[in-house]
């Protein structure tokens, strides 16, 4: 079992940055691949980014591409979403969620979410 906690949201200006991180419980968290998806108000929960639990496989959303980064410290247990150059359209609640397994962007596949944190980007 994991537990996730969400951080690092809040409102930042058009071309600004944030850094969101996800601290995970559990001795496991090392084996998990981690995601990262949004969801903006009236609209459904889409994916953003993606990491495989050694860190050496990522995948993005073809929207954040160049813009965002995912990591992860299997140390801290942490995995992180550095977000640069945001958009307007960047705005919406942002969660992460682990799975065992293969590196995937569908959502139904993950079996464990943090509560989210907001991002707000004023433009």
């Known amino acids: 079992q994991v537990q996730l906690v969400d951080s690092g949201g809040g409102l930042v200006q058009a071309g600004g940055s944030l850094r969101l991180s996800c601290a995970a419980s559990g001795r496991t968290f090392s084996t998990y691949t981690m995601g990262w998806f949004r969801q903006a108000p009236g609209k459904e929960r889409e994916f953003v980014a993606t990491?495989?639990?050694?860190?050496?496989?990522?995948y993005y959303a073809d929207s954040v591409k160049g813009r965002f980064t995912i990591s992860r410290d299997n140390a801290k247990n942490t995995v992180y979403l550095q977000m640069n150059s945001l958009k307007s359209e960047d705005t919406a609640v942002y969660y992460c969620a682990a799975k065992l397994g293969r590196i995937t962007r569908l959502a139904s596949e993950y079996d464990y979410w943090g509560q989210g944190t907001q991002v707000t980007v004023s433009s």
């Open positions: 990491i495989m639990w050694s860190g050496g496989s990522t």
